[in-house]
Structures are given as structure tokens and as C-alpha cells.
């Protein structure tokens, strides 16, 4: 086997693990690369089939093309798509740059807090319907306790140290100094009534392995990772106001890939677009302290 | 341009042939320098991200700290103001060989489940130990657990030569003192080799400072690091993680799902899933999106389908069925690492996690207890604390298929649940016999102390015209438990004591008290078997129904409503295999007829009389 088929077998392997053992089970979707691939990786594990629902926070700032993208996704691959949104502090305007609140803050309100009550169920969800093409409320105020989600250990520092399955407390809340042992494919599935899990299928992955494996399997992505004569193009998606491009002439996966192993990125981290991470020595922890993914 | 061109999905082929990919980890006791010599791989071997060593170095000179490489793992504030890694961080670098990820595994004692983490994923280890401190505790510990957790490549690195001269003496020293003790526990270790992490001495080149040393570098070593690419040619294992049926979504394929420990397997193989005994043969190896591939092996997740209908469930372990049978016991001898904050005692119930297999289980009793760090005998232990090592025999309270770590040892190994934490993990030495087993142990206890009546169950026989017997229904049928109620029916207008009740009765209405928790499988069992004990006891024809019973749920009832006895029908297709029921009837038979038969056979045994009065 080699480095792309060791990193599928395993990741199906826990994403069929984390279906076995939760009941109430999601999987977050960005619409990014990442958990695009894992998403593939979920039709890979059963089959053709995604057994849970695909869960989205929409920050409302996000690039208009990632949503179109997700929609026609998630009608063609037959997804349950649910969405959920801070509508009060869009309303409120507690967002940035165009309200009254710093980055940190902005992300804590549009993603951590948005993800918190989406999961729980306490804040209104959408749920694609399939035969009308649209959202619509979602009736069921279920929370979900165990969250799929892509992040990858070479990301940055606190991410390195996640375990595949990650126990949150009631608040959401990361202990990192006393995390569950892993070993030979066993992992805590083991939970007492009321507690959630991250379950992490993309951890050894790399960004380069994430292109390869892209590449390999013809997986469609959003065209914004792609310079489109501009001399520009994305290398991480989030929110406009604070993900930047990259000056990249990168036109497709290939190109990618080459610039990934020997060209201009090879050494340069993926995040470095991303504005938030530098606001304070350690705000990425900081966030994911708080429940950010 | 062609009007059949495909819309395009990229070429397959344009790109470099991907790297191999290794695990490592890197271990040994605190303070040893175990990230420095991490971080100083990475910055030598140009891994690390542009700015990253620059930024770091910053940092250091803006808090007047004087710089080290190990601050470049240490990305986390808290474990930067204690200075030590707390947990198993990952990395990766890249050299013209293969792809790495390490596992900087902590040193401290209190992160020893850290450790374990971050060294059951490797592959090879380094295993670093300080010059000018020499072995301590952990160097031994961690030692012991590589063995355990069968890491065969182990290259042991004498760190911090710079601070005792580069003498080749306190090397040759600490070499001849832990080979010895790796050579007690069966490890040979790849290579010693003297390094200064700090100076960057024999770490990607041979340093001049080690003239007398002209083995490997540390990065040659790591690149000589074998992958193990022998499991495709062992025999065949695979735990049944899970069963796919995705009817809902239009999909009616019976789909066995599972990632393959050993062997190879193809469409057309006879296959034997243990403990059950079921067989059946591959129809088709499933995957998404792709031709059904011709073969599957070790490493890969799969799905098959099979040729044949049968009732399996997640836990099984697939074997092929000419090769070598697994072990299927329910007691057996192990090697234990304990590392949960409560000790692990006899009597208390932990859940044991073996391939795919969760089952409850007990501590019988333990047969050693080993200090990890001197691998000396504890004597008269009664418990295994935290951090120790112990031989202890096991007891599953159902038959589970493993085999044993010096024959596969990848199905020889387990981990221990507490109260929800994985708290052990273990590999399997050998099979216990199971001449006797714990609740053979309990029920000889409970009939020995149990209080009786004046009244004897002879006299009860007499009065009521027959002795008591439970009468039990196993099969999936939904007519069988119309059939164990007009038994009931039949047997009490001919006037005999009797009494029929329903599983679901003593599943879901019963044991209100104890709403918290639900009733496992084999709490269920349990119950049930002392409910026949009790209505037997006091002379009746109890008659129940078991759905799914299996070989050992029958075992086990049989078992726990001694002395008395049981009388088993099967109706329709069972999941029996071991277990020979006293009657088995065609699920598509007449109730009457069925009752006919059935009391012909309880006459037959001696358990009627002859003609009902």
C-alpha cells in the first residue's frame, strides 16, 4: 500500500468506527478542501452512501461560490444537508470588519458560538429538501454529541496534538493535558450519557496529501483554489474579509501539487492566509479551546 | 474534437509515484532531549515551515531565553511553561526515502497513556537516553512497552554526548547496561548511537567530535528502518466492524465491513466467521466508485459481500476456512498495562475491546506483577495499579475468537475499558481451559448458601404431578411466542402447573430501579436464568422464549438454572452450532401439530407423566 491508500484505510476505518458507536452523529462540511476529501472518504466507508447529516455554519461572509458549490453538491450526492447561522449577531452587527467587534471576536460569534447552538439544537437549523431543491426548518431539535471533523494534525501546533477520538465537555471545552490513550485501532467509544465527541478521520494527513488524494480520485473541488487568470488564487477558504489569496498561477490540482512538494509553498504554512491565527501569540488555541474546529 | 470525448477528469497518471510512509516514534525518560532531537531533524533536514525556526528564535531572544530546538514542537502554551511535552505531538518531514510522521511520545510519568499513544502508532522507535544522566526508570519503562506493543525496530540514541566529552567510555557503558536489559525482555535493538541533539553531532552527518563511532547517523538509521510488508502473506483475519444494509437509499447489499489485519482474500473464498462457526463464501470484494477489485489484504477497509444469507454480527472475526482456526475461549492469560487512576481489581466488570469485539470482563486472578522499570516480581499483589505491568487471567462472559501474540499478534491484542476510559491494554499469552469459569464459581456459591423451605422439590413433584422444568424457546420466527403461550395453554388445561413469560417482560418492565443503566446482552441472560431457577425452584413448567439465542446464551441458561433442568426447542433456522437443542421443529410447522410433538418429547424424557389426568 502506499502513503494515500494507508491514510484511506484508515480514515475509513474510524469514520465506520465513529458510525457504529454514536447515535447522534454529524459531520462537519466548510465546503474547503479538507472536509471535502472526507467527505469522500465517508462515500468511501459506506459505500456510496452518507449515513448522518452534513452540518455547515454559515458565517454569511463566506465567498458566495462556496455555497453554490455545497448546494449543488449536496443535491447531487443525495447529502442531508443542515445549515445554521449566528443570526443574531449578523443582525446586531457583532462582526467584522464592518461592525463593532475585533477578528477574535467575530470568529467566536460567527463559527464557535454558531457551532455550538447548531449542534445543540438549540438555535434554528435548515434541511435541504431533496424533492424541492431548497432549506427548510428543520423540525428536529436533536443535539448532536459526536462531530466528524477534517482537521489535520500539520495545521498548527494544537492540532497536532488532537487524538482521533476527542472527548468535549458540556461546554464544548478541550482538555488537552488529559486526553484517552489510542492504540491498535482502538479508541475511547466509550461515553457516559450526555458528553460529546470530535471524531478527527483526516489527523496524519497533509496538505500535500490532501491534493494527491484529490487528484487521484477526480474529487470535484470549488474552483476558487485555482488562479483563474488573476495571478491569484485561495489556498485555505474561510471568511473574505479575512482569508486572503495567495499570488499563485496554479490552474489546477496538478499545479497544485507541484507547487506544493518543490515549488513556492513547499515551505510555507497553510494557514498563513488566514488573519486569525496571528491576532495573539496563541489564538488558534485559544479559539479551539473554546470549541472552535 | 470527438463527440464522445468524457467530460475530463484529470489524468491519473501524470504525477510522481507516491512516497512510502512511516511512523516513528521517539521516546524515553523526561529531560533525556527527546524534542530536541525532534526539532533539530526537522530544521537539518530543511522540514520545517519558512519562518517557523526564525519566529521561535525571536520569541526566545524577545523573553531573554536562550534558544532550543525542542520549542519548536512545543506549540502549546501550557506545556511550554512546564517545559515538558505532555502529550504525543505529531510532525512530519520528508526525506528522498519516504514520508515520516514522528510521535514525540512525553517523558514524564504522569503522561504514560501519552506515551502508549504515541508509540502504538509507530512502526520503529528511537529511544533516546541521556549521556551524563544514564538509564533511568522511564528509559526501562518505555522499553518494556515497545516490546509490548510489538515495536520490533528500536534504535537507541545516547543524547547529550557533548556534555560528557564525547567519551566513548560512558557509551560503551550505557550500551553493555541496556542491552542487557533489552535482551531480557527478547529485544535486539537495531543500533546505539552517540548524538548531541543540541550540537546536531551523528544526527544527518558523522561528526568529527565521535571519531570512534562510524555507525549509522541518526537520519541514516531512520531511513534503513524497515516497513513490515508481510501481513498480505499470513493468514487470513479480518473483525467484523460493522453490517451495511443501506436499503432506505435504494441499496440492497448485504455489505461486511472491516479493515483486514493479516492475510489476502478473494471472491470465491470459503470463509468462517468465530465465535459463531458460521460460513459462507465471498461473493464480491465492494468498493465505492471503482470495479469490484479480485483480492483484498492486510491494511485495506473493506466491505464483501457474501454468497450465502447468514446472521453475523459486528465482533465476529472472518477467517478463511482451510487456514488455521482462531482461539475461541472465554478465559485466557495476558499481559496487562494499567494505566487507569483505579486499579484493576477481581470482581469488577470492565468492558474488553478486542478487534471489533466489546465484551464485558473480569479479572480471575492475577498470576504477576511486574515493576515495568526493574522487571522485578512484586509479590502477593491483589491489584494492578497504575503504571504496572501485570500476567493476569481473564474471563470474557462470552466466547471470544483472538489468537495468541507469539502466533498473530495483531489479533492478540486488547484494550481494557473503566467506567468509560480505555484504562489497559494487553496481548494474549495463551487460552485458558474452561473447566471452570467464574459463574460456575457463582452458581456452586449460590446453591450452597441458598436458604431453603421445608417443602422439597420431590414432595412439590408429587403434589403437582410432575418436577419443575424450564421449557425454552429459541428461534426468530415471529410465530414462536404463539406457540410457548398456547403450550402454556395446553399444558395448564391438562392441568399441570405452569407459566409462561415473555422476554420482553423481564427485558423492558423489570428492574425499573435500575433506569440508569441498560441492560446488556448478557445482563439479560442472567436475569433470565434466574428467573428460571426461581419458577423451577418452586415446581413449575416455565416456558420462555429466546430470540437470537446463540451456542453460549443457551450454555450460560442451562448453566445458571442448575440443578434443575432445561428443555431447549429451536424452531426455524437458529444461530446454533455447539449447542444441540433436546427438540428442533420446521418453522413453517401447524401450532398443533408442534404441541403434539412437544409434549410427546417432555413425555418422552420422563418430564410428564405418561397421560395427563
Request: glycine share 6%; proline share 4%.
Amino acid at each position: 500500500m502506499d502513503q494515500l491508500e494507508m491514510l484511506e484505510a484508515k480514515s475509513v476505518h474510524i469514520l465506520r468506527e465513529a458510525y457504529r458507536d454514536f447515535k447522534g452523529l454529524c459531520m462537519l462540511w466548510s465546503i474547503g478542501k479538507d472536509s471535502t476529501v472526507l467527505l469522500w472518504l465517508a462515500r468511501k466507508a459506506f459505500l456510496g452512501h452518507v449515513p448522518f447529516p452534513l452540518v455547515h455554519v454559515d458565517t454569511a461572509f463566506k465567498i458566495p461560490e462556496m455555497i453554490e458549490y455545497r448546494d449543488r453538491l449536496a443535491l447531487e450526492w443525495n447529502l442531508n444537508m443542515v445549515v445554521g447561522q449566528n443570526k443574531a449577531a449578523l443582525a446586531a452587527k457583532q462582526t467584522f470588519p464592518d461592525g463593532n467587534v475585533d477578528r477574535l471576536a467575530c470568529c467566536r460569534n460567527l463559527k464557535s458560538e454558531a457551532l455550538k447552538h447548531t449542534l445543540s439544537g438549540e438555535w434554528p437549523r435548515v434541511r435541504m429538501n431533496h424533492s424541492l431543491g431548497r432549506y427548510e426548518p428543520d423540525p428536529s431539535k436533536e443535539p448532536y454529541t459526536g462531530v466528524i471533523v477534517g482537521v489535520r494534525a500539520d495545521e498548527e501546533g494544537s492540532r497536532s496534538k488532537e487524538r482521533y477520538f476527542s472527548p468535549r465537555d458540556r461546554e464544548n471545552d478541550w482538555n488537552v493535558d488529559d486526553q484517552p490513550p489510542e492504540l491498535w485501532r482502538q479508541y475511547k467509544t466509550d461515553f457516559a450519557p450526555g458528553s460529546h465527541v470530535r471524531i478527527h478521520p483526516l489527523l496524519d494527513w497533509t496538505e500535500l496529501n490532501i491534493w494527491e488524494y484529490i487528484h487521484r480520485e477526480s474529487i470535484p473541488i470549488t474552483s476558487l483554489y485555482f488562479d483563474r487568470g488573476e495571478g491569484r488564487r485561495y489556498r485555505s477558504l474561510g471568511c473574505y474579509p479575512c482569508t486572503n489569496g495567495v499570488e499563485s498561477t496554479a490552474k489546477n490540482v496538478e499545479e497544485i501539487i507541484e507547487e506544493l512538494r518543490s515549488g513556492k509553498f513547499a515551505n510555507i504554512a497553510e494557514r498563513s492566509g488566514r488573519a486569525q491565527d496571528e491576532a495573539d501569540g496563541g489564538s488558534l488555541e485559544t479559539l479551539r479551546r473554546e470549541g472552535y474546529m | 474534437m470527438s463527440t464522445n470525448t468524457p467530460i475530463a477528469a484529470p489524468a491519473k497518471t501524470s504525477l510522481a509515484s507516491l512516497r512510502e510512509q512511516m511512523d516513528l516514534v521517539v521516546v524515553g525518560h523526561v529531560d533525556h532531549g527527546k524534542s530536541t532531537v525532534i526539532g533539530r531533524l526537522l530544521a537539518d533536514t530543511g522540514s520545517l515551515p519558512e519562518g517557523k525556526l526564525e519566529k521561535i528564535k525571536a520569541q526566545c531572544a524577545r523573553n531573554a531565553r536562550p534558544f532550543e530546538y525542542a520549542f519548536l514542537l512545543d506549540a502549546l502554551k501550557n506545556e511550554q511553561a512546564q517545559g515538558i511535552t505532555v502529550d504525543a505531538a505529531r510532525c512530519f518531514f520528508n526525506t528522498a526515502k519516504r514520508h515520516y510522521i514522528i510521535n514525540d511520545a512525553p517523558g514524564h510519568i504522569e503522561f504514560l497513556k501519552n506515551m502508549v499513544t504515541g508509540a502504538a502508532r509507530a512502526e520503529a522507535a528511537l529511544l533516546i537516553i541521556d549521556a551524563e544522566e544514564g538509564i533511568q526508570e522511564n528509559s526501562k519503562r518505555h522499553g518494556y512497552i515497545l516490546s509490548m506493543l510489538g515495536i520490533h525496530q528500536v534504535s537507541v540514541v545516547v543524547n547529550k554526548m557533548d556534555l560528557v566529552d564525547y567519551s566513548q567510555e560512558v557509551f560503551n557503558n550505557i550500551r553493555a547496561e541496556y542491552l542487557q536489559f533489552l535482551n531480557n525482555l527478547g529485544v535486539a535493538p537495531v543500533s546505539f548511537i552517540p548524538v548531541s541533539g543540541r550540537e546536531g553531532d551523528n544526527l544527518t552527518e558523522l561528526s568529527a567530535n565521535t571519531p570512534w563511532y562510524t555507525g549509522k547517523t541518526v537520519l541514516g538509521q531512520v531511513d534503513a528502518f524497515e516497513t513490515y510488508k508481510g501481513d498480505a502473506d499470513r493468514i487470513f483475519r479480518m473483525p467484523v466492524q460493522d453490517i451495511y444494509k443501506f436499503t432506505a437509499s435504494g441499496d440492497d447489499r448485504r455489505i461486511v465491513a472491516g479493515t483486514i489485519e493479516t492475510g489476502t482474500i478473494r471472491p470465491g473464498d470459503e470463509v468462517i466467521f468465530q465465535p459463531s462457526g458460521k460460513t459462507s463464501s465471498i461473493k464480491t470484494i465492494e468498493v465505492f466508485n471503482a470495479e469490484c477489485p479480485n483480492s483484498a489484504s492486510a491494511g485495506q477497509a473493506v466491505g464483501f459481500t457474501l454468497n450465502t444469507q447468514i446472521y453475523i454480527k459486528p465482533g465476529e472475526l472472518m477467517c478463511r476456512k482451510q487456514e488455521t482456526s482462531p482461539r475461541v475461549a472465554t478465559r485466557f492469560r495476558a499481559n496487562i498495562f494499567w494505566m487507569g487512576h483505579s486499579p484493576l481489581i477481581a470482581g469488577k466488570p470492565y468492558k474488553l475491546k478486542l478487534g471489533a469485539t466489546r465484551v464485558p470482563v473480569e479479572l480471575v486472578r492475577i498470576l504477576n506483577v511486574l515493576d515495568a522499570s526493574e522487571l522485578s516480581s512484586i509479590a502477593d499483589k491483589n491489584h494492578v495499579d497504575r503504571h504496572d505491568v501485570a500476567e493476569c487471567l481473564l474471563e470474557t462472559s462470552r466466547p471470544v475468537a483472538f489468537d495468541l501474540a507469539e502466533e498473530i499478534e495483531k489479533t492478540a491484542r486488547f484494550v481494557l475499558v473503566d467506567n468509560y476510559e480505555i484504562a489497559g491494554c494487553g496481548i494474549i499469552l495463551d487460552e485458558e481451559a474452561a473447566s471452570e469459569s467464574l459463574l460456575a464459581e457463582r452458581v456452586h456459591q449460590r446453591e450452597m448458601t441458598w436458604e431453603k423451605g421445608f417443602v422439597t422439590p420431590g414432595e412439590r413433584a408429587v403434589r403437582y404431578g410432575h418436577p419443575g422444568k424450564f421449557i425454552l424457546f429459541a428461534g426468530q420466527s415471529a410465530q414462536v411466542p404463539e406457540l410457548a403461550k398456547r403450550l402454556e395453554l395446553k399444558l395448564f388445561l391438562d392441568r399441570f402447573h405452569t407459566y409462561y413469560l415473555s422476554t420482553g417482560n423481564v427485558f423492558d418492565h423489570l428492574d425499573q430501579d435500575d433506569s440508569a443503566a441498560v441492560l446488556t446482552r448478557e445482563d439479560q441472560i442472567h436475569r433470565l436464568g434466574d428467573l428460571g431457577r426461581l419458577m423451577t425452584d418452586a415446581g413449575l413448567l416455565f416456558i420462555t422464549t429466546l430470540k437470537d439465542a446463540e451456542d453460549f446464551d443457551l450454555e450460560k441458561l442451562k448453566l445458571l438454572n442448575e440443578p434443575n433442568e432445561a428443555f431447549v426447542i429451536s424452531v426455524g433456522d437458529s444461530n446454533l452450532n455447539r449447542f444441540t437443542p433436546h427438540l428442533s421443529l420446521p418453522a413453517d410447522l401447524d401450532i398443533s401439530e408442534a404441541i403434539g410433538l412437544i409434549i410427546q418429547e417432555l413425555n418422552k424424557k420422563g418430564y410428564l407423566p405418561e397421560y395427563s389426568i
